[in-house]
């Protein structure tokens, strides 16, 4: 029986520690999936907010911000495809690569003050 105690013993301790452990590594994904989501919305939200700005302020045209709209929507339409089945990594970078190329296209924008696209 104490060969038993002393084969057992620190099995059982060791399965504990696991099972302890597993839900805190369970969690740790879904937080982290819910923060790139939480990243890519806001950045999404925050894009259209400085071109709805910028229209308000008349630094773009109505024209120039139209297509600067069009462009967000079809951030928003990718990332509700991404997002279906979570965010991978890459999709986050395609999703915040797309973001700063709309950003990039704003600033030229504000500064080409000749009021059409492009």
Do not use: C, W
């Not at 879904?30 to 071109?51: E, F, K, M, T, V």
């Not at 709209?69 to 279906?84: H, P, S």
């Amino acid at each position: 029986m104490r060969k038993f105690t002393k084969a057992v013993a620190p099995a059982l301790i060791a399965a504990m520690g696991l099972a302890a452990v597993a839900p805190g590594i369970a969690e740790a994904a879904p937080r982290h999936q819910a923060a790139r989501h939480y990243d890519i919305r806001s950045d999404i939200n925050g894009l259209r907010a400085n071109i709805d700005r910028a229209a308000a302020r008349r630094t773009i045209s109505q024209r120039e911000a139209t297509g600067l709209r069009r462009d967000v929507v079809n951030i928003q339409r990718t990332y509700g495809q991404y997002a279906r089945g979570g965010l991978s990594a890459q999709e986050t970078r395609v999703l915040g690569a797309r973001v700063n190329a709309v950003y990039a296209k704003l600033r030229m924008e504000r500064h080409d003050y000749d009021r059409r696209r492009g």
